[in-house]
């Protein structure tokens, strides 16, 4: 069946080792979009933080931010989808993050909240080029409703917050490491997957129509929806037994080799 729709995961997907687009990968979209195949990207990152690249890719569609919980368009900024966390619930969270010691940044209104600047805020305000807005102690008390909440640790000390998270919020928080040091946590039907669905659904676009290409936790639930579920060269192991395919790594240009291979061709 012929792909209609493909959803691309920017960081360790799109995206190289330097944070680039390559010049092959963007031919590939170009002419993807050319003959009629709707690209989208679909990202943990801020809305923020995803739309200078959608806007060098010539992008004129919907996008999917903060793993699912935001879908807004590029150029007119209307919002077909916004789950945030509800308020209660982050208090719960926040609070824990506070007693336990644990970095822990938020966001909300497509602002980065954070209580200080030190190595893990400043490191993630680089890697997303978004200023950090630094609150203090009123980051556990804010009363917005944030987009996500992301905690950041060593990779061993993630795997033990998830374990304790998971056990604390069964159900109501969709909990995914997207790097070995980022937690992500959102509204339970907050994930790649159920924002495709959704997404394809407005469109008329059937499951066995879309491509979605991805390598890591947060990117599961939308490889495991596509018919064609792609997994990078560099995926973990959950993503590549997910996915229907295998192409290159992302510092190989695997994302052009899926496109040129099941789309142009």
Known sequence: MKIKLIALDLDDTLLDSKLAVSPRACAAIRKAVAI????????????????????????????????GALIKSCLSGEVLLNRPVPRELTGQILALCRERGWHVQTYVDDELHVAELNHYAQRYAELAGVPAVVLGNRLYTE?????????????????KISGQLKAAFAGKLSIAVSKP????????????????????????IKQAEIMALGDSGNDLAMVQYAGWGVAMGNANAAVKAAARLETLSNDADGVAEAIEKYILR
């Open 143 to 159: 009363a917005g409703c944030p987009s996500k909440i992301l905690i950041m640790a060593d990779p061993a000390e993630i795997v």
């Open 181 to 204: 040091t980022f937690l992500e946590l959102t509204d339970p039907l907050a994930n790649k997957g159920q924002a495709l669905a959704f997404l394809a659904d407005g469109l008329g």
């Open 36 to 67: 009629g195949v709707m690209v989208t990207i679909a990202t943990g990152r801020m809305y923020a933080s995803a739309l200078p690249y959608a806007r060098q890719l010539g992008l004129d569609v919907p996008i999917i931010t903060y793993n």
